[in-house]
Structures are given as structure tokens and as C-alpha cells.
């Protein structure tokens, strides 16, 4: 499609041009410069299903085990640690949507990231509420979605179905409760799910409730395989 090969070729070009790094201040550079991003945002063993970390040997954590996620996968490129709050801050709640390409190179960057977004038929963003949406002006996953597999995203196939009360601040288990129904495939294009591999784009990944929400949703739908690729995970897990 043209416009999407020239829209390509504009956000191509503006990465291009030098910038000073939000970090380190260093100029010229990227605006997170390659040295940060290898500091602060360094491969990590992760739990294969909610990304937590954990130690050198161990595929999954002891929750998952026991209580296992609706999730085949789940990445995570850094952990929710300075210098990242405050990029994704920037991006998410002061508006400004130019942070979405940056921060989509560092989530491709991370390991096996770019396999599952080769192998996926689509990419989900996390549905934001009406209300949410309203207040920022864009939806943060949905930007990093269409910069991590423009051709595979889909806006409108994962819905909000209903408002829920702020997560923050609540356990794991109020905010599970707090996501039921919650989430929902548009009726009319459920058959796109069926059979099909699903990566799931988020920007904070915290408790893991609202990806795992959408997810069971997706699962119900038939999907075959639903990886979670998710820009930062809080390394505490959330009781």
C-alpha cells in the first residue's frame, strides 16, 4: 500500500535524525543512545509465562506452575526500573507519542521478541477504556503495535467492554476480579482468532491480570499459540 510504504519511509527518516539520548544526555544519538540501553535494559532469565525474573536454570516461576497463565509466552524487554518509568511516563501520560518509535526499537531488541512477532498472524494492542482513551489521546500499545508489525496489527479486534476502577494499588487477586468480562472479541470477527497465532502488545506489564484477562478471552476464541510481549515487567510480584 503507498501510504503505508511512505508512512514507513517518514518515521524511517525521523529515527534517523540525531537526537540527544533522555538518559545520559549524550548528543548526537538516538533518543535512548545503544550504551543506556545496554545498562539498563540488559537481557534478563525470565519466567517463559509472566516474565518475572528468576534464577539461572529455571524456565518458570513457582506461581506459574501452580497456577498456570493463559499465555504460551511472555517477553519482557526491561524491568519497570529508572530509567524507564519516566520514558514511559513521557510517552503514555504527558502525550507525547513521538517515545512510541524508541521504545518499540527496545521491546524488538529484547530476546525472542522478533521470532514471535515474525511467526504471529496478528498483534493485539491492550484495549484502553473509552474514558482512558479520551484522557491520553492515543492508545500506548496500539502505537507500539503498528511500529512492531504495522502489517499484523489490528485495533479493533480486542475490545474493552466496560470500565473498571484503577488498578494501581490493589492485589493481584482484586485486580483479576476487578478484569472479569472485561474484555471481549468484536462478535462479528471472532473466526479471525480461531487457529491463529496471537502476540499481545502492552506497555507496563504489573500483576499480569489485565494481559491475562485478554488473553483467556483470546484463548476461549480458539486462538492457537498467544505470546505476551510486554515493553517493561515490575520485578515484585503483586499478591
Not at 142 to 162: I, N, W
Request: aromatic share 6%; charged share 20%; with cysteine.
Amino acid at each position: 500500500m503507498p501510504g503505508l510504504r511512505t508512512a514507513r519511509r517518514f518515521t524511517a527518516l525521523l529515527d534517523a535524525i540525531p537526537s540527544q539520548c533522555a538518559v545520559c544526555r549524550v548528543w548526537p544519538a538516538r533518543p535512548i543512545c545503544d550504551a543506556c540501553v545496554a545498562r539498563f535494559a540488559p537481557p534478563a532469565l525470565r519466567c517463559g509465562t509472566c516474565a518475572l525474573p528468576v534464577a539461572a536454570g529455571v524456565a518458570g516461576c513457582g506461581d506459574c506452575l501452580l497456577h498456570p497463565p493463559p499465555l504460551d509466552a511472555c517477553l519482557a524487554a526491561c524491568a519497570y526500573e529508572w530509567p524507564w518509568p519516566d520514558c514511559i511516563a513521557q510517552f503514555k501520560f504527558r502525550g507525547d507519542a513521538g517515545w512510541a518509535a524508541p521504545l518499540a526499537t527496545l521491546l524488538r531488541s529484547a530476546p525472542w521478541v522478533e521470532p514471535a512477532l515474525e511467526q504471529c498472524d496478528l498483534a493485539l494492542p491492550m484495549p484502553l477504556a473509552p474514558t482512558r482513551l479520551r484522557e491520553r489521546g492515543f492508545n500506548q500499545a496500539l502505537e507500539l503495535a503498528r511500529r512492531l508489525a504495522p502489517d499484523k496489527t489490528d485495533a479493533t479486534l480486542l475490545l474493552r467492554t466496560r470500565e473498571t476502577p484503577a488498578q494501581s494499588g490493589l492485589t493481584r487477586a482484586e485486580r483479576l476480579r476487578n478484569l472479569r468480562g472485561a474484555f471481549a472479541i468484536e462478535p462479528l470477527r471472532a473466526a479471525e482468532v480461531h487457529g491463529r497465532r496471537v502476540v499481545l502488545v502492552d506497555d507496563v506489564m504489573t500483576s499480569g491480570a489485565s494481559v491475562f484477562a485478554a488473553a483467556e478471552v483470546l484463548r476461549s476464541a480458539g486462538a492457537a499459540h498467544i505470546t505476551a510481549v510486554v515493553l517493561a515487567r515490575t520485578d515484585a510480584p503483586q499478591q
